[in-house]
């Protein structure tokens, strides 16, 4: 039985917020330009993609990311609200591939696609512990 049987294509999540001076190029070091920054785009885009299937899966598993093709197309100053959506396009073995697009209050602004793998959490957090103690010998 796959462990995202219960994630299909079709599922979407969201995730808004107002865009503050935390959220800006020069504040996050991608830029001298006081606009919504990439990166934070890009972190609203994982959030949708969380807030359409962590709830989905079953106890002591969670997705991380593990890749992004996205297009920042449009600049968002302080002060707008942003809201990112990602809508399950294909679910693949442990796979799940996302469609993002993010709108400011007039534009769309970014959109591409984003995959996330779903894990076992205690499986995982023991491979980061045996690469923690490999590197300290």
Not at 7 to 31: D, L, M, N, R, Y
Not at 88 to 95: F, N, S
Request: glycine fraction near 8%; proline fraction near 4%.
């Amino acid at each position: 039985m796959s462990i995202v049987l219960a994630i299909a294509p079709g599922s979407v999540g969201s995730k808004s917020i107002a865009v503050g001076e935390e959220h800006t190029a020069p504040f996050v070091g991608s830029g001298r330009v006081h606009v919504l920054a990439t990166p934070i785009m890009i972190n609203l885009f994982e959030a949708a993609a969380l807030a359409a299937i962590e709830h989905l899966l079953p106890e002591g598993h969670q997705s991380l990311g593990t890749h992004l093709d996205v297009t920042h197309i449009a600049a968002t100053p302080v002060g707008m609200r942003v809201t990112a959506t990602a809508e399950v396009i294909a679910v693949e073995g442990r796979v799940v591939k996302f469609r993002v697009s993010a709108r400011d209050e007039r534009d769309l602004i970014g959109e591409g696609v984003h995959d996330r793998v779903v894990v076992n959490v205690d499986k995982f957090d023991l491979r980061v512990q045996e690469k923690i103690a490999a590197c300290r010998k």
